[in-house]
């Protein structure tokens, strides 16, 4: 959420979706155990409405379920729980996710009449291959299809992709990323696979049939990906699963689930940076780089790990990072002092 917008988050967990995919257990995902009601549109907005703005848009998300694929009459009712806020300008607009095989024309144009402005469509891979083995019933097409039919219908676009799902590579990941850009959606998010218990890929894991796609890996391929979008001008609106009583108290048994994905993943594209910068710097030497000030958390690493693991990889005697007046995404050598030589 950024400081220009303040959401207003309904979970539906498990509402609509026709198909059990192997990764997904909503409800310890959502942090919610029951699907919504109009009441709890109603009291939720209440809720945000009690606190101040700031300057801030205030808009009502629709979360976890396939929207579209909800019975019309169940998809009205929560939507026109919202419609008298919207009318009053308490919310500025309502945003919801869905399955691309739950989108056409006609749903479009009602959800239209309804006010929403943002529809999120779930990818998760542009690899048939790895759609098949994780259960999600649709096909690198329907996600095409449904992104053209949501943009031509006015909505701002959003997509959501996977990394680390069975079948996955690398390469299949960034051939995703790429066909996603494609699409030229608003925004992306990156979910990098967590293992939740209770669901398909919790046993397959367990059975030693799935091989855990670690934080390690993810961080790795999502400092390749973020790339991508950030040069086709792309947001990555969200990197990771937002952090639930539930996932942390355990049900996140494995995988990439960490409350800072995005800022490891971030910090691991400085380091790669740094590496370039320092290669052939001679052992010893005491070395100054320099970002912009706002970036120099990033540089350092959590914890100043990426200065510690850079040290040890070049012999370096000091590695510190400093303001400096450069490009936004710009590391420079300021000054390298070498090891005295006796």
């Known amino acids: 959420m950024s400081a220009r917008e303040q959401i207003v988050p309904v979970f539906v967990p498990h509402l609509g979706c026709p198909h059990a995919c192997v990764f997904c257990n ?49 998809q009205e009712e929560l939507l026109a729980a919202a419609k008298p806020w919207l009318d009053r300008g308490v919310l500025s607009s309502i945003r919801l996710s869905t399955r691309p095989d739950a989108v056409d024309e006609a749903c479009l144009a009602r959800l239209r009449r309804w006010g929403v402005e943002t529809v999120e469509l779930g990818a998760q891979s542009m690899d048939e291959e790895v759609l098949l083995l994780s259960g999600r019933g649709h096909t690198a097409e329907d996600v095409e299809r449904a992104a053209r039919l949501v943009k031509a219908a006015g909505f701002r676009l959003i997509l959501q992709m996977m990394t680390g799902l069975p079948g996955d590579t690398e390469e299949k990941s960034l051939e995703t990323a790429r066909r996603l850009i494609a699409l030229e959606p608003d925004g992306v998010r990156i979910y990098p696979t967590v293992i939740v218990r209770d669901t398909a890929l919790y046993r397959l894991w367990r059975e030693g049939r799935y091989r855990e796609h670690t934080v390690e890996d993810a961080v790795r391929l999502c400092a390749k990906l973020l790339p991508l979008f950030d040069g086709a001008g792309i947001p990555v609106i969200r990197l990771g699963l937002n952090p639930t009583e539930e996932l942390s108290g355990g049900q996140a048994a494995g995988g990439a689930y960490h409350p800072a994905l995005g800022e490891l993943a971030r910090s691991r594209i400085w380091r790669e940076r740094a590496e370039a910068l320092l290669a052939g710097v001679e052992p010893g030497s005491r070395v100054l780089l320099g970002v912009r000030p706002e970036k120099i958390s990033q540089a350092t690493g959590q914890h100043r790990q990426n200065l510690r693991w850079l040290e040890e990889r070049f012999a370096l005697a000091e590695l510190k990072i400093r303001p400096a007046a450069v490009k936004n995404e710009e590391i420079v050598l300021l000054s390298v002092e070498k090891a005295e030589r006796t």
């Open 26 to 74: 909503q409800r310890s995902i959502s942090g919610q155990s029951r699907p919504a009601a109009a009441r709890d549109v109603t009291e939720a907005i209440e809720r945000a409405a009690a606190l101040p703005l700031n300057g801030a848009k205030r808009q009502l998300a629709f979360y976890g379920g396939s929207f579209t694929a909800i019975p019309v009459r169940e």
